[in-house]
């Protein structure tokens, strides 16, 4: 499959438990975009009060100190040491420079590399709310691998498992509320809102299926910023619900499709396209990458997913 290829340029790296300074963490792996020749993926060091990243050399030698921001599910902003394996990384670098680097975590120990100096910000710069991927090791879904479940929240801020579709065709899409692109995220609405309209109408059309929209940016879309998007697509929520949740969650079960977003250096978030299709068994049925398949197709396969009309 398509995305197959695209994951393989991922860098995943097994996260454990302890990793600084005897604070315990959660079980979770970063991942950085190591091969697309583009440093938007890796992860700025942000200081949130002031909007200036800094960093400052510790007297430790092989250990950098780094204030950066929140990394959403895994730690708060703060400023702690990060050991450097290569002290190469260090040459030349200021009190006060603005770095990107990747973290690497195990069960045991945490490190960082790929240390890189950036332009001192500009201001007025977007904040990044979330500068680091953090993701748990999670294998890619092929086509008839079981939905694993996943918790998230719905646009009425309740709690919502993909375990309760089962029975279900379920299609599910990606996107953040906010995206600018008409052939990104608002065409992935569109065309939800299109099968909802023809699965609703259309002469023998089963009955069990269920449209999931999952925002990938949990900071801005509150269940409330979800709620009104859905009502802009004129969503039946007896079949469609738009949730979001821990970034953490959400990213492993993107990843698990081949959807992967970021924020770039501006603070704006990139991301590619992934729409998949569970049957009612609760298996992997159809993964449509990029926005290059119609409604049509979207609603053939719910028909099919949804297996023989009751
Ligand atoms: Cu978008």
Known sequence: MAW?????SLVLIFIGGGFARGKRLRSCSESSFAGRGSDAAECPAKDLSSQRNRNRRQTREKSIEIKHEEIPGYMPAMTMPFDVRDTNELAGLQP???????MLVTDTEGWIDQIRKLAAPATNVIPTNSPLRLVREVDPLSVGDPLPDYHFT?????????????????????????CPFPNFCPLMANHFAEAQ????????APTNWQLLTISFEPDFDKPAILKAYAERYKYD??????????LIDITALAEQVGLTFWHDETGNISHNLRTVVVDASGRLRKVFSGNQWSTSELVQEMVNAAGPVH
Not at 237 to 246: I, K, L, V
């Open 154 to 178: 719905n646009q009425f801020g309740q709690a919502l498992s993909t375990a309760r579709f089962k029975g279900n065709a379920l299609a599910i899409t990606f996107l953040f509320t906010r």
């Open 4 to 8: 197959n290829k695209e994951y393989g």
């Open 237 to 246: 929520p007896a079949h469609s619900n738009f949730a979001t949740g821990a």
């Open 96 to 102: 006060g420079d603005s770095v990107s680097f990747r």
């Open 197 to 204: 309209q023809k699965l609703l109408t259309m002469p023998n």
